[in-house]
């Protein structure tokens, strides 16, 4: 069964850095894209950035380009997500997601077939 762990999270001041990983087990896939996407209360679900599997193709939202990189290790199984000068309207519980249907990044959720639990991303002003 395919499970994928986020962990990283926790409270920071704006900013600051935090670094977000995503683990993934059981998975019989290989070539599969991965993104992060983020929901903060009372707001639906958004896209954060992606990336295809070989590292060289990714995505961003506007809001985080240039300050959030989006990375992966294929030989650990494992997504990352440095966020780097954090503001609070970066708070939200931030969600890992695998796309076992294509190697190539994509921002859509229905896109996602596995997901993590999440993990808290607080931001103090």
């Known amino acids: 069964q395919v499970q994928l762990a986020e962990s990283g999270g926790g409270l920071v001041q704006a900013g600051g850095s935090l670094r977000l990983s995503c683990a993934v087990s059981g998975s019989p896939f290989i070539y599969y894209a991965m993104a992060w996407f983020r929901q903060a209360p009372g707001k639906e679900r958004e896209f954060v950035a992606a990336i295809g599997w070989s590292g060289g193709d990714t995505h961003y939202t506007h809001s985080v380009r240039g300050r959030f990189t989006i990375s992966r290790d294929n030989a650990k199984n494992t997504a990352y997500l440095q966020m780097n000068s954090l503001k609070p309207d970066d708070t939200a519980?931030?969600?890992?997601?695998?796309?076992?249907?294509?190697?190539?990044?994509a921002p859509d959720d229905n896109e996602y077939d596995y997901w993590g639990q999440g993990t808290q991303v607080t931001v103090s002003s």
């Open 93 to 105: 519980v931030y969600y890992c997601a695998l796309d076992v249907g294509s190697p190539t990044a």
